[in-house]
């Protein structure tokens, strides 16, 4: 489903680019099948393990990536921002790309990112909040490279998939909703271990009539910068962007992931949902409670009614912390640099009443980009501990208590009794002791990444035991 404000907001932002471009969009506009991403990526990038630890090391800090194999610390989310609302995202041990575009075209190297650098993250999932240029430009040769899937509403998988080309085969893409979906619709899809993934569809940004039931929208013009010629455009990037601009938007999708005692949302556009959809505030609202949001402040209402839809977002959702995006020069002449929106932001943040206004780390270009120990967050897990109770008749029930998702198997022992093993979530088996008074029931608990460590309780006697 196209929003109502998206095409002309579409159209517009080409039409900005092919002033921009000038000659070259003429050129390469319809260059087609050949333009994929910002070229294509190389999938030995993907292959290479030091680059992998290396690379890592970078994104999410040495400190949190074992040095010996790359995993990343599962208690730990860390967000690495690579652009626009894009990021690199490090939660429960799983590395996943938020959108995958890194900017360039009107200029290049001013995000100090490759294509062959996320490759090299080896992220397992790629998800997608929508699928203008801005976001989603990369994702298919990157999904191509890495075998990661990708993961958006039915139309976001149709047109990447459909771009890939020559011999490589169109990567795997989930589909989070059915075409057509409506704005509000909401899945909670298995995507990865441990972490509860909760997709909503909502609207993109677009310019309505300026709303007359607040007092004023402070306008948002962006200031002209210098970044583009501090980093000028190499060809190459100029006419890859330019074969990306019509790319269509295929719906919006907001997430929200729960890990441990936290709870974070990411959305890569924040749309006029006053004017479109005022029932999505009641969803967004029943997605609390939010620790953390990362959300899109640029968009097009900024010209008629400032910052207001961010802001609604954020009075819906209440996060703790607000961490805005999107507001970077990732077009320039088009964009200007966050550090121009910051009065704004904190004017139309004002609206809300101090005791419910969230704090804000304002992350900002270029300081922040790929700068891990911005967007660290620590994460609770409830330690894995083994319990026991009588059963009665000699039978000791023992069960693993606490956050399971990264055990694997647990086998478990007692003294005169047979040991038994569980591989399957919550890890419980009943042992049938025989003989000594006094025993103790061990666990040996093994994790996805081949550990394994043991926990002891006492055991109680639990009466007689049937005859055999
Ligand atoms: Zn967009
Ligand atoms: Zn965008």
């Not at 330019?242 to 709870?263: I, K, Q």
Request: proline share 8%.
């Amino acid at each position: 489903m196209m929003p109502a404000m998206a095409r002309p907001a579409a159209t517009a932002i080409v039409a900005a680019f092919a002033v921009l471009f000038g000659a070259a969009a003429g050129a390469s506009a319809h260059g087609g099948r050949g333009l994929v991403g910002g070229g294509a990526v190389a999938s030995a990038a993907a292959a290479d393990d030091a680059a992998m630890v290396r690379t890592r090391s970078r994104y999410f800090g040495a400190a949190n990536v074992d040095q010996r194999t790359g995993a990343v610390r599962r208690d730990r989310v860390i967000f690495s921002w690579f652009g626009v609302a894009n990021f690199a995202l490090a939660i429960r041990g799983h590395v996943v790309l938020l959108d995958a575009w890194i900017p360039r075209g009107a200029f290049s190297g001013y995000v100090p990112a490759t294509t062959d650098e996320l490759a090299a993250l080896r992220p397992e999932l790629i998800l997608i909040g929508h699928a203008h240029f801005d976001h989603a430009a990369d994702a298919t040769p990157l999904a191509v490279a890495t075998g990661a899937p990708l993961a958006g509403t039915a139309e976001h998988c149709a047109d990447l998939r459909a771009r890939a080309s020559g011999p490589a085969l169109p990567p795997r893409c989930i589909e989070l909703f059915g075409r057509d979906a409506p704005r509000g619709s909401q899945a909670t899809p298995q995507l990865l271990r441990g972490v509860e993934v909760t997709a909503l569809k909502h609207l993109h940004s677009g310019a309505t009539r300026p709303d007359r039931s607040e007092p004023y929208h402070v306008p948002v013009i962006p200031l002209p910068t210098t970044t583009s010629l501090e980093h000028p455009p190499t060809p190459s990037d100029m006419i890859a962007v330019v074969g990306h601009l019509p790319d269509a938007e295929g719906g919006n999708v907001l997430y929200r992931f729960r890990v441990g005692d936290l709870s974070l949302v990411w959305h890569d556009t924040s749309g006029p949902a006053a004017d479109y959809a005022p029932g999505l505030f009641d969803k967004l609202r029943a997605l609390r409670s939010v620790d953390v949001q990362l959300g899109a402040i640029q968009g097009f209402n900024q010209f008629t009614n400032g910052m207001r839809d961010p802001r609604q977002y954020i009075e819906a959702l209440a996060p703790r912390l607000f961490v805005p995006t999107h507001h970077d020069d990732w077009a320039p002449g088009v964009t200007t640099r966050a550090v121009n929106y910051r009065s704004y932001f904190y004017d139309e943040l004002a609206k809300i009443p101090a005791e419910r206004r969230p704090q804000v780390r304002f992350i900002a270009d270029p300081e922040d980009y790929v700068r891990p120990d911005a967007l660290t967050f620590p994460v609770r897990l409830e330690p894995v501990q083994l319990v026991r109770r009588c059963a009665g008749r000699g039978r000791l029930r023992v069960r693993l208590v606490g956050d399971v998702a990264d055990v694997v198997a647990a086998r478990f022992r007692l003294p005169g009794a047979r040991a038994r093993r569980d591989a399957v979530a919550p890890f419980a088996v009943t042992l049938v002791r025989r003989g000594a008074a006094r025993a103790r029931v061990v666990a040996t608990v093994t994790d996805v990444d081949g550990n394994a460590r043991t926990l002891t309780r006492s055991a109680p006697r639990c009466g007689r035991a049937a005859p055999r």
